[in-house]
């Protein structure tokens, strides 16, 4: 049996796209600093519950379960802010330990350089794993948010903790992702027409996500085309990307010197979901044509 704890705060029953529904902070509030923050999918907010919103308490928990049992969420909440952190102490420490160890000349200055190329190694080393724990949160979110779409809710999480664990808040937002999956779609058909294989095969290795036709295996073998499907998942693919920039009101419009702001698709606040990704599509094959126009070799205008 599963335990249901509403709140008692006044409900909102009006929604437009962008509008935070309710913002979920962990359940535990000791030791933030050793423990990884935790969220408990029994706990069903009543916001979500609102007039107007079509999500049950069932989606909501299965969702959330996908969430918090998914090992790239867990992940990304304990080391991302964590990890680099951590080294520089560790390095600091290595560091002393080398100045007061009581060595001189040759092979302190050996010791030292060598620990400043492992430091930078370090460092470097760091980022890269960075970088993949937030593309591993991007993907589970995008799994999450493949469950909520059809009631135009999205998940986003915003860590914005240094050290503590504890300041992971995951933000439901009311967007109607319909619009950009459809906008998304034509873009990516225009994008074929016009610029052929040579192009589609240029952002199609670039997207993170699978573009391959679905084979359905049988007496006859059936190959069913991805063609209506893959803007949703490119949709989802960068939801999280969006989300967080959005939260920190990164992508917000700017008055122009002529006293207008450019002009809004699906979200009149910033730039909406498919504008946000039509962007990143643009520069990955812009950076790919770039590449290809070159010598064909590691020179230095294939990497700028």
């Known amino acids: 049996m599963r335990t249901i704890e509403l709140s008692t705060g006044r409900i909102r ?7 935070v529904i309710v913002t979920l902070l962990p359940a535990n509030t000791k030791f933030p600093w050793v423990t990884p923050a935790i969220f408990r999918p029994e706990l069903v907010p009543e916001e979500l519950m609102a007039q107007g919103l079509t999500l049950t308490v069932e989606e909501y928990v299965h969702a959330m379960e996908t969430l918090v049992n998914d090992y790239r969420f867990t992940m990304y909440n304990i080391c991302y802010k964590r990890i680099l952190v951590c080294w520089i102490l560790f390095a600091f420490t290595v560091l002393l330990t080398l100045l007061f160890s009581g ?20 460092i470097f080393l760091c980022m890269w794993v960075k970088l993949r724990l937030a593309r591993g949160l991007e993907k589970c979110l995008a799994r999450v948010n493949k469950q909520l779409i059809k009631h135009k809710i999205l998940l986003v999480l915003d860590d914005r903790g240094r050290i503590s ?21 034509e873009f990516l058909e225009h994008t074929e027409q016009n610029g052929g294989e040579t192009i589609k095969a240029g952002w199609e290795s670039k997207l993170d996500i699978d573009l391959n036709d679905i084979v359905i295996q049988g007496n006859t073998p059936v ?35 002529a006293g207008v702001h450019e ?4 979200l009149q606040s910033s730039i909406c979901p498919c504008q946000y990704e039509e962007e990143v599509l643009r520069n990955k094959i812009k950076i790919h044509l770039q590449r290809k126009q070159c010598c064909g070799l590691n020179c230095l205008g294939c990497w700028m």
């Open 263 to 266: 002009t809004p698709r699906h």
């Open 223 to 257: 190959r069913v085309s991805r063609k209506q499907a893959v803007a949703q998942e490119l949709y989802l693919s960068y939801l999280q990307r969006w989300g967080k920039d959005f939260l920190r009101r990164r992508l917000d419009w700017t008055v122009q010197e």
């Open 103 to 122: 060595l001189q000349g040759v092979a302190l200055f050996s010791l030292g350089v060598g620990w400043l190329f492992l430091n930078a190694a370090a």
């Open 165 to 185: 664990c504890h300041k992971v808040n995951l933000c439901f937002l009311y967007f109607d992702s319909g619009p950009c999956v459809s906008f998304l779609n």
């Open 13 to 19: 029953e009006g929604f437009a796209n962008g509008d």
